[in-house]
């Protein structure tokens, strides 16, 4: 797998490159919304896959995705997934009040099918210079190499833009999302006992920050994230 230093982003020409987090900082609240409108999150792209804002024909293969039981294994919601909990997803990351900036991943050589989805979530009053990322592809898409690069594209974005921090979190032994946060230089994550409830139930957890211009070297974490033939492979490249 490429490392993330071969990809270059490529932003529109239809849309310039956001200034001072112009297209990053945290959107508004209902009331602020009638003085500022939010922006739709800048579309990316790098020959191989473009990013760009969810639509309503997405809701298909977001259902598919989150039905898919190996994601059900890993996501927080509950089950079962329903086509109108994907309609809602979709619904709210189009809304101008929408809390976070979610981007569809589209596969440039199966004329733009959606195949993940990459999403940053500011952190309230930080004005869009810390959150956290998170990051999750349609079953039929996994271990193409296209999740790294997305997330490539908007870290890269994010670090042009000035943000601070960037904090990932995953349920333990989510293999996957691990492999992703150790090739993008992540700090070696710290199992938080009890942190993530999944329908009812209190779970354990990874959680590391990443800071601007930090990357984080894992000693021995070529053995150590070798993919437990049980678990198999969920959110990986």
């Known amino acids: 797998m490429a490392q993330s230093g071969r990809f270059r982003v490529r932003i529109h020409a239809a849309q310039a490159p956001p200034t001072s987090l112009q297209a990053l900082k945290s959107r508004p609240t209902p009331k602020q919304h009638t003085q500022m409108e939010a922006q739709q999150p800048p579309p990316l792209a790098d020959g191989v896959i ?4 969810l639509v309503h024909s997405d809701v298909q293969r977001i259902y598919e995705r989150n039905a898919d039981p190996i994601t059900l294994d890993q996501m927080l919601y509950t089950i079962p997934y329903t086509m109108p909990m994907a309609e809602e997803y979709v619904s709210d990351a189009m809304s101008p009040t929408s809390p976070a900036i ?25 004005g869009g210079r810390e959150g956290g990322l998170g990051y999750a592809m349609h079953p039929d898409s996994r271990g193409k190499g296209h999740l790294s690069r997305a997330v490539s594209l908007v870290l890269a974005l994010l670090d042009a833009n000035g943000v601070h921090h960037i904090r990932w979190d995953a ?3 989510n293999w996957g999302s691990l492999r992703l946060a150790w090739r993008f230089g992540f700090p070696p994550p710290l199992p938080v006992p009890y942190v993530h409830v999944q329908r009812g139930k209190m779970i354990d957890g990874w959680v590391s920050t990443r800071q601007r ?25």
């Open 50 to 53: 473009t990013l760009r804002p």
């Open 102 to 126: 979610l981007w569809g991943i589209t596969s440039d050589a199966d004329g733009g099918l959606l195949v993940g989805s990459v999403d940053w979530r500011p952190v309230p009053g930080s």
């Open 213 to 237: 211009g930090a990357k984080t070297r894992w000693s021995g974490m070529s053995i150590a994230l070798q993919v437990p033939p049980e678990r198999g492979l969920w959110a990986s490249r």
């Open 171 to 173: 349920r333990v032994y």
